[in-house]
């Protein structure tokens, strides 16, 4: 080691002088940490000779506290850049600001969460939804749970434990992760009997596979994957009508469920959770935070007699849903009593929305606050955003991006450069440049882009 360097690793500070110089307002044993680490950091920069002068204490609080304030905590904020809306690695939605305050108010306080107001008694948290729900769909009850694959476990465990669910041949899907229905139906207790073929299940396939052991018919959205060709499946009145015949429920798991008609968006029809009802399913099953863009959350809804049974059962209690996330659906159910208000608050059917040139005029305008910037190429660019989280998995969304590219950087090493800054921005490369999918960025956040930049390209 020089004599150099010797010096300026003595003139560094000792953690505890650090810590008294740094702002209070940072708890105690991040900023301790903190400061180990910026100490370790400049040694090892010391060390391989890559700091070659002596740095004044105040700077090296300057940095602590930069740490303290962007990586204090492992579970951040960052800006999807990526174009697909509905991302499940990204937290899928994002929530309204009006949903925000409402989460604020009851989850960082005392609330009547399972306390009834009106006679002064022992409540229940699902009763919060019953009206809402019932206003939306038109179901008779309705029952949430951590997410849509615990509803689906609780529906199955309770309403055919030990008896047969029949499922078409082209409805055993598997689900992002580890969501495989056939799965899901064993370590329910029930056991699956497949029927029909892969691409034609016929009513009469149904009609012949019941028996006494039969305890539901289950329809399962085929949300991630199409069967296309020569294809065919019962409707579903006419399934109701084979399940009530035979005193057994109809199931059916939505997947993302949608509380609106998404054509207006040009997107292909599908059903909602009201007219799969009416077409006389006893249970719908859906998730909380794919199309309907709220929390993760599974809702149960349909008719009270079999939801009776599902709040006796001991699982509800392993899945129950915790009284942000309750808040949080509330809230973001409320902004879909008018279409209009879901439609321009609820942030995923806003992004799903935009039109190409709504997408152009805000590249425009982030194009125009990163042109300033030296040695980064910014273009604008036409290409196309996905729905994501299995909805709609064909269709694109035609959009605008911003492309970024650089002498100085690789695409890939932009890439992770974007991606460990203060806050992480989410590109994707293509063809030698970082696109950013201005569908999936807020204007609010133009200014977090650009100030990464610019500390990127120094
Ligand atoms: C997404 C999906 C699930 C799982 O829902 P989660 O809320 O992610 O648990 C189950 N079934 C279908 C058909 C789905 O699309």
């Known amino acids: 080691m020089t004599k150099e360097a010797q010096n300026i690793l003595a003139s560094l500070p000792s953690v505890d002088t650090l810590l008294k110089k740094i702002d209070p307002k940072f708890p105690h044993g991040a900023a301790k940490e903190a400061a180990q680490r910026t100490l370790k950091e400049l040694r090892q920069e010391i060390l391989a000779g890559t700091q070659q002068t002596v740095i004044d204490h105040k700077a090296v609080v300057t940095l602590v506290e930069k740490q303290l304030t962007e990586k204090q905590f492992s579970l951040r904020r960052v800006i999807n850049g990526t174009g697909t809306v509905i991302h499940t690695n990204l937290g899928r939605s994002s929530l309204s600001p009006q949903v925000e305050e409402q989460v604020v108010a009851t989850g960082f306080h005392y609330s009547n969460l399972e306390f009834d107001l009106n006679s002064g008694k022992r409540g229940s948290r699902y009763s919060h939804l019953v009206s809402i729900v019932k206003k939306l769909t038109g179901a008779e009850d309705v029952l949430v749970v951590n997410n849509n694959a615990a509803a689906v476990l609780l529906v199955l465990?309770?309403?055919?434990?030990?008896?047969?669910?029949?499922?078409?041949?082209?409805?055993?899907?598997?689900?992002?992760?580890?969501?495989?229905?056939?799965?899901?139906?064993?370590?329910?207790?029930?056991?699956?009997?497949?029927?029909?073929?892969?691409?034609?299940?016929?009513?009469?396939?149904?009609?012949?596979?019941?028996?006494?052991?039969?305890?539901?018919?289950?329809?399962?959205?085929?949300?991630?994957?199409?069967?296309?060709?020569?294809?065919?499946?019962?409707?579903?009145?006419?399934?109701?009508?084979?399940?009530?015949?035979?005193?057994?429920?109809?199931?059916?798991?939505?997947?993302?469920?949608?509380?609106?008609?998404?054509?207006?968006?040009?997107?292909?029809?599908?059903?909602?959770v009201k007219e799969v009802l009416e077409q006389g399913c006893d249970i719908v099953t859906f998730s909380g935070d794919k199309l309907l863009g709220g929390p993760q959350a599974g809702i149960i809804v349909g008719k009270r007699a079999y939801i009776e049974k599902m709040k006796k059962n001991q699982l509800l209690r392993a899945l129950r849903i915790d009284k942000m996330t309750l808040s949080a659906l509330e809230a973001t159910l409320a902004?879909?009593?008018?279409?209009?208000?879901?439609?321009?608050?609820?942030?995923?059917?806003?992004?799903?929305?935009?039109?190409?040139?709504?997408?152009?005029?805000?590249?425009?305008?982030?194009?125009?606050?990163?042109?300033?910037?030296?040695?980064?190429?910014?273009?604008?660019?036409?290409?196309?955003?996905?729905?994501?989280?299995?909805?709609?998995?064909?269709?694109?969304?035609?959009?605008?991006?911003?492309?970024?590219?650089?002498?100085?950087?690789?695409?890939?090493?932009?890439?992770?450069?974007?991606?460990?800054?203060?806050?992480?921005?989410?590109?994707?490369?293509?063809e030698g440049a970082n696109l950013l999918d201005l569908r999936t960025i807020a204007v609010e956040e133009f200014g977090l882009i650009q100030a990464s930049l610019q500390t990127i390209f120094g």
């Open 157 to 272: 465990s309770t309403l055919v434990p030990e008896k047969e669910v029949l499922v078409s041949r082209g409805e055993l899907v598997e689900i992002g992760g580890a969501f495989r229905i056939p799965d899901v139906i064993t370590s329910s207790g029930g056991k699956i009997v497949e029927v029909g073929t892969t691409n034609k299940t016929h009513i009469a396939d149904y009609e012949q596979a019941l028996t006494e052991a039969t305890g539901a018919l289950l329809k399962v959205h085929t949300s991630n994957y199409r069967i296309i060709g020569f294809t065919e499946t019962p409707a579903l009145s006419e399934l109701a009508d084979l399940a009530h015949n035979h005193d057994l429920p109809l199931i059916n798991d939505l997947g993302s469920g949608l509380l609106l008609d998404m054509r207006p968006f040009g997107l292909p029809y599908e059903p909602t």
């Open 335 to 430: 902004l879909y009593l008018d279409e209009k208000e879901a439609l321009q608050q609820v942030p995923t059917l806003q992004m799903i929305g935009l039109s190409q040139d709504e997408c152009l005029s805000k590249a425009e305008q982030l194009a125009a606050m990163l042109q300033g910037i030296s040695e980064v190429k910014v273009a604008i660019e036409k290409d196309d955003s996905k729905i994501g989280g299995g909805s709609y998995p064909e269709h694109l969304l035609p959009t605008y991006v911003v492309a970024l590219s650089s002498d100085k950087f690789s695409a890939d090493a932009l890439q992770e450069k974007l991606r460990l800054g203060a806050t992480p921005i989410i590109s994707r490369v293509k």
